[in-house]
Nanobody, 128 residues
Framework: QVQLVQSGGGSVQAGDSLRLSCAAS????????MGWFRQTPGKEREFVGG??????????ADAVKGRFTISISKDNTKSMVYLQMDNLKAADTAVYYC???????????????????WGQGTQVTVSS
């Protein structure tokens, strides 16, 4: 059974940086896509960005392009995916979720229902 365990997050000022981490274990170490979603109260989960298992392809939401960077590393037992968030804005305040899907398509999935596994979520608060 795949498990996603997140770390990082917290409260920062606008313009600051944060890095979120996600450890994926319990499944094959190849042929999958990982990514990040975020959610604010009363709204649906929003795609932030995604990356293929080998780092060959990435995709970002327009709202974070140029400010957020996703990277991935792996060994024989687990994969780590990171979300580096720079120049944070108050609008980035949300609960962030790490996700994984066995889909490996030309276009990285951007809908929440396309991801089978979700991390526990971590709060990011940006004060202006």
């Amino acid at each position: 059974q795949v498990q996603l365990v997140q770390s990082g997050g917290g409260s920062v000022q606008a313009g600051d940086s944060l890095r979120l981490s996600c450890a994926a274990s319990g499944g094959p170490v190849s042929m999958y896509t990982m990514g990040w979603f975020r959610q604010t109260p009363g709204k649906e989960r929003e795609f932030v960005g995604g990356i293929t298992w080998n780092g060959g392809r990435t995709n970002y939401a327009d709202a974070v392009k140029g400010r957020f960077t996703i990277s991935i590393s792996k060994d024989n037992t687990k994969s780590m995916v990171y979300l580096q968030m720079d120049n944070l804005k108050a609008a980035d305040t949300a609960v962030y979720y790490c996700v994984l899907t066995w889909r490996l398509e030309v276009t990285i999935p951007i809908h929440a229902e396309e991801y089978e596994y979700w991390g526990q979520g971590t709060q990011v608060t940006v004060s202006s």
